[in-house]
């Protein structure tokens, strides 16, 4: 009857049974460890790596956390503070530990009079996969394509750690300040700009919704609005490409990441290579538009290019030259 539990999950429990004020998680752990405590504790995400957490415990310390704990999505558990327990201190150690997680769930079920799979079953139900997708080069060339591919899909400036999008624009910067920005306002219009070309190009012929928010701490994480999450980030120390999800079921979680690995990953990679290709060597290039119906002032699909344009008025006349502008009919480009 045994059921296995992410180590990110695992912390999860850890973290309630220690009573602990803050913790640090990198940013591809489930989002259902924010659901679960972000009512309990300071909860801040990291980039992904131990000293990145253990330098975030210890920034806690200096701001007056006193209970300060961190995890890994593989279940290691570090705590930056003694705890006082039954009379008792736990030591710190900001170090990967793997059987202290263990023994917190256990004793949090004895505290709370349930089975351990009781405290499992009451975690929020969110599902998630990863995997990845190597590049047969050298690690300094990946490096810097992959550095340029996630440059692509960010935004212009580094200091923006989140970006949320609804009636207002509300940006996050990685010191922690937070503006709401109206549509209107340039910064906005930048980065509802880049949002529309990733729906574009990457997420809307394959069923994706609309992006709801995107976490640029360690490579880009995005959000759509029925909540499902896909997450690319470059390996530091290997010439491959990782892709993680979070869903509401374990099957959109799989088909997620296989959608990242087999066809998202590769049209970033092919569209980098050819505009670098294209700039180190200029040349004409042959564009080959799809041809689709189009009736003006339609409804629904057909209505694309007049909302495209920002035109309500059905009765205005107006000229079109369009050449593989539609989302769903991008233009195969070819050199000569």
């Known amino acids: 009857n045994g059921r296995f539990l992410r180590g990110d999950m695992l912390g999860v429990l850890a973290a309630k049974y220690l009573g602990a004020d803050f913790a640090a998680v990198p940013v591809s752990s489930s989002d259902a460890v924010d659901i679960e405590l972000k009512e309990k504790l300071k909860l801040t995400k990291t980039r992904i790596g131990s000293p990145y957490v253990i330098k975030t415990m210890q920034d806690a310390v200096d701001n007056g956390f006193e209970r300060v704990v961190g995890w890994e999505v593989n279940g290691g558990f570090l705590i930056q503070t003694d705890f006082q327990i039954n009379g008792k201190t736990l030591k710190a150690l900001p170090t990967r530990d793997a059987i202290l997680p263990l023994i917190c769930a256990l004793l949090l079920a004895i ?8 405290l499992i079953d009451a975690l929020p139900e969110r599902f998630t996969q990863a995997d990845r997708i190597k590049f047969p080069i050298e690690m300094q060339e990946f490096r810097k394509l992959s550095g340029k591919i996630i440059e692509s899909i960010s935004p212009g400036d580094k200091n923006i750690d989140q ?22 306002e340039s910064l906005a219009e930048d980065l509802l700009m880049k949002k529309k070309q990733l729906e574009q190009i990457y997420f809307n012929s394959l069923g ?33 490409f990782r892709c993680y999800s979070n869903a509401n079921s374990q099957e959109r979680a799989d088909e997620i990441v296989t959608q990242g690995i087999k066809e998202i990953i590769p049209k970033m990679e092919k569209g980098f290579k050819a505009v670098n290709k294209f700039l180190k060597n200029p040349s004409f290039i042959d564009i080959k538009p799809q041809i689709a119906d189009y009736n003006w002032g339609g409804k629904g699909e057909k209505a694309f290019i007049p909302d495209f344009l920002g035109i309500t008025d059905w009765n205005k006349f107006a000229a079109e030259a369009w050449y593989g502008s539609h989302p769903r009919l991008p233009s195969l480009i070819e050199p000569l």
Not at 163 to 184: C, M, N
Not at 214 to 233: C, Q
Request: aromatic share 12%.
């Open 163 to 184: 970006a949320y999008f609804d009636d207002l624009v509300t940006i996050i910067y990685k010191e922690g300040e937070e503006r709401v920005l109206s549509k209107e």
């Open 111 to 118: 505290k709370e009079k349930k089975t351990v799979s009781q």
């Open 208 to 240: 994706f919704k609309p992006i709801f928010g995107m976490i640029f701490t360690d490579g880009v994480r995005t959000i759509f609005k029925n909540s499902d999450v896909i997450h690319f980030r470059p390996s530091g120390n290997a010439p491959e």
